[in-house]
């Protein structure tokens, strides 16, 4: 009896059992995590199986919710992961943008100390100029051309006139060599070209066209050749095939002979050429029959550098001197053009001297540029009235001539030389004994382009107008 009753027992649980993981359709039932693990967040289960405290197997549903199954913990989803993985892949990117902008701000550093310590200003000893005292100079003291601040035409100093106005050889009536220059913006009068010659910037070649393409008298230093020097009475000569005066213009002694002469008066010359600019105004023009300035220019420190090279090819300096040698005071011009301008010939130059310099420049001169030459010329001719022949055949052949001796010029030195090099000991020393013409020369270029509108070619006119459009288109788009 009682191993039935163990027996009925058994079945009872076993039945039990069966229905229980029967439930629900008869679909297996999911286990829940057992209470000793409801307050961890994670755990471990070898192969989704266990041994309960009696030893009994003990299973897992699979996959385990967490959050179902109340032990708090939430998982990202997929979108939320991404998120974070861009984040990351954001931040480390702008980690690496900083790193590599620092190490590109270190570079640029150690390169401007680098810069900064071989560019330093270098101390020029005892520099003896041509005109004036010892001089102990720095690169930083020399104001370049390109970074000059220039006075405007109309604000040159009013007092140059009462410089300029010197009297002159007939100041019994009331005439100055201020009026014995006509203006450069008149285009009448009775009046003469002045060729103001700066040696070594292209003087030669202006009177080779002049004399030789287009045929004109012309009033110099070669007029005295050939026994000239003792007429005493001005006639037109020929030398070398071209026509003179036969006067000496290129020395102070010359201009007041051709004065005694009777030059201003007879008027025989069509061009007179002379460096002293004061002394050929006084003497050989006046109010009635008035020159009509124009000047040839070059940069200072190329002209100067010219210069040595070609008085050192004629023998007038030691074969052994070298260029920073010069241009420490053997030799070397200091600031001519402003000194002859102002006939300043001694002593140091001031302000005042440039601000005289400019405002003649900008009154009674048309500027042209060697290294225009061509644009330069043609404005020449108009300037003083100038013309190729009626003839044709014999315009072209004019033509011709005044290509060859712009292409070619004139008296070039025989050798190449190189410049000096921006920042050495010799450029710096150029630099400061043509400083106050460095000033005039950028001067003259803003010069060039305002008489463009009067004198400039058809050609470079449109040149100008087309750079125009393009910068206000350029304005337009900003």
Same mark, same amino acid.
């Given at each position: 009896?009682?191993?039935?009753?163990?027996?009925?027992?058994?079945?009872?649980?076993?039945?039990?059992?069966?229905?229980?993981?029967?439930?629900?359709?008869?679909?297996?039932?999911?286990?829940?995590?057992?209470?000793?693990?409801?307050?961890?967040?994670?755990?471990?289960?070898?192969?989704?199986?266990?041994?309960?405290?009696?030893?009994?197997?003990?299973?897992?549903?699979?996959?385990?919710?967490?959050?179902?199954?109340?032990?708090?913990?939430?998982?990202?989803?997929?979108?939320?992961?991404?998120?974070?993985?861009?984040?990351?892949?954001?931040?480390?990117?702008?980690?690496?943008?900083?790193?590599?902008?620092?190490?590109?701000?270190?570079?640029?550093?150690?390169?401007?100390?680098?810069?900064?310590?071989?560019?330093?200003? $270098?101390? *020029?000893? @005892?520099?003896?100029?041509?005109?004036?005292? #010892?001089?102990?100079?720095? %690169?930083?003291? +020399?104001?370049? &051309?390109?970074?000059?601040?220039?006075?405007?035409?109309?604000?040159?100093?009013?007092?140059?006139?009462?410089?300029?106005?010197?009297?002159?050889?007939?100041?019994?009536?009331?005439?100055?060599?201020?009026?014995?220059?006509?203006?450069?913006?008149?285009?009448?009068?009775?009046?003469?070209?002045?060729?103001?010659?700066?040696?070594?910037?292209?003087? $030669?070649? *202006?009177? @080779?066209?002049?004399?030789?393409?287009?045929? #004109?008298?012309?009033?110099? %230093?070669?007029? +005295?050749?050939? &026994?000239?020097?003792?007429?005493?009475?001005?006639?037109?000569?020929?030398?070398?095939?071209?026509?003179?005066?036969?006067?000496?213009?290129?020395?102070?002694?010359?201009?007041?002979?051709?004065?005694?002469?009777?030059?201003?008066?007879?008027?025989?010359?069509?061009?007179?050429?002379?460096?002293?600019?004061?002394?050929?105004?006084?003497?050989?023009?006046?109010?009635?029959?008035?020159?009509?300035?124009?000047?040839?220019?070059?940069?200072?420190?190329?002209?100067?550098?010219?210069?040595?090279?070609?008085?050192?090819?004629?023998?007038?300096?030691?074969?052994?001197?070298?260029?920073?040698?010069?241009?420490?005071?053997?030799?070397?011009?200091?600031?001519?053009?402003?000194?002859?301008?102002?006939?300043?010939?001694?002593?140091?130059?001031?302000?005042?001297?440039?601000?005289?310099?400019?405002?003649?420049?900008?009154?009674?001169?048309?500027?042209?540029?060697?290294?225009?030459?061509?644009?330069?010329?043609?404005?020449?001719?108009?300037?003083?009235?100038?013309?190729?022949?009626?003839?044709?055949?014999?315009?072209?052949?004019?033509?011709?001539?005044?290509?060859?001796?712009?292409?070619?010029?004139?008296?070039?030195?025989?050798?190449?030389?190189?410049?000096?090099?921006?920042?050495?000991?010799?450029?710096?020393?150029?630099?400061?004994?043509?400083?106050?013409?460095?000033?005039?020369?950028?001067?003259?270029?803003?010069?060039?382009?305002?008489?463009?509108?009067?004198?400039?070619?058809?050609?470079?006119?449109?040149?100008?107008?087309?750079?125009?459009?393009?910068?206000?288109?350029?304005?337009?788009?900003?």
């Amino acid at each position: 009896m009682k191993e039935r009753q163990r027996t009925r027992e058994k079945g009872k649980k076993k039945s039990s059992r069966s229905s229980s993981e029967k439930g629900n359709g008869g679909k297996e039932a999911k286990r829940l995590v057992p209470k000793s693990y409801s307050n961890r967040p994670y755990f471990n289960a070898p192969n989704n199986t266990g041994r309960r405290n009696n030893g009994s197997p003990m299973y897992f549903a699979e996959p385990i919710n967490y959050s179902r199954a109340g032990i708090g913990v939430v998982f990202r989803d997929a979108e939320s992961s991404a998120r974070a993985l861009q984040e990351l892949a954001q931040k480390r990117q702008e980690r690496a943008e900083r790193k590599r902008a620092a190490i590109l701000l270190c570079l640029l550093m150690s390169m401007a100390v680098s810069v900064h310590l071989f560019t330093r200003p $270098q101390r *020029i000893p @005892d520099v003896q100029a041509s005109y004036g005292t #010892k001089k102990v100079i720095t %690169e930083e003291q +020399i104001n370049y &051309g390109g970074q000059a601040n220039f006075d405007s035409i109309e604000a040159a100093d009013k007092k140059v006139d009462a410089v300029i106005s010197q009297t002159a050889s007939n100041a019994t009536r009331g005439d100055t060599i201020w009026n014995h220059l006509s203006d450069s913006i008149e285009d009448f009068g009775n009046f003469t070209p002045f060729f103001f010659h700066v040696p070594r910037n292209g003087g $030669q070649t *202006i009177k @080779d066209i002049v004399g030789q393409c287009l045929e #004109k008298i012309q009033a110099s %230093e070669v007029g +005295i050749r050939d &026994g000239h020097n003792e007429d005493t009475q001005l006639q037109t000569v020929i030398i070398d095939e071209m026509k003179y005066v036969n006067v000496d213009t290129s020395s102070k002694e010359g201009i007041e002979r051709a004065a005694v002469m009777g030059f201003e008066h007879q008027q025989l010359a069509e061009m007179v050429t002379s460096s002293y600019f004061l002394n050929a105004a006084k003497y050989l023009f006046s109010a009635d029959r008035q020159g009509r300035a124009f000047i040839m220019l070059r940069h200072p420190i190329d002209r100067a550098v010219s210069m040595f090279h070609y008085q050192k090819s004629i023998g007038a300096l030691d074969e052994k001197l070298s260029l920073e040698e010069y241009a420490r005071g053997n030799g070397i011009e200091n600031n001519w053009i402003v000194r002859f301008l102002t006939n300043a010939m001694e002593g140091e130059l001031k302000k005042s001297h440039l601000d005289q310099a400019k405002k003649i420049l900008s009154k009674k001169f048309l500027v042209g540029f060697l290294d225009d030459a061509d644009e330069s010329l043609r404005r020449l001719m108009k300037y003083n009235g100038w013309h190729y022949d009626e003839d044709e055949t014999k315009a072209l052949t004019q033509e011709d001539c005044v290509k060859k001796h712009v292409k070619e010029g004139s008296n070039s030195n025989p050798n190449e030389y190189e410049m000096p090099r921006k920042g050495s000991q010799s450029h710096a020393l150029l630099s400061w004994q043509t400083q106050y013409d460095i000033k005039l020369y950028e001067f003259s270029k803003q010069l060039f382009e305002i008489q463009t509108k009067q004198y400039g070619s058809k050609e470079r006119k449109k040149e100008i107008k087309k750079r125009e459009k393009e910068k206000n288109k350029a304005k337009q788009k900003l």
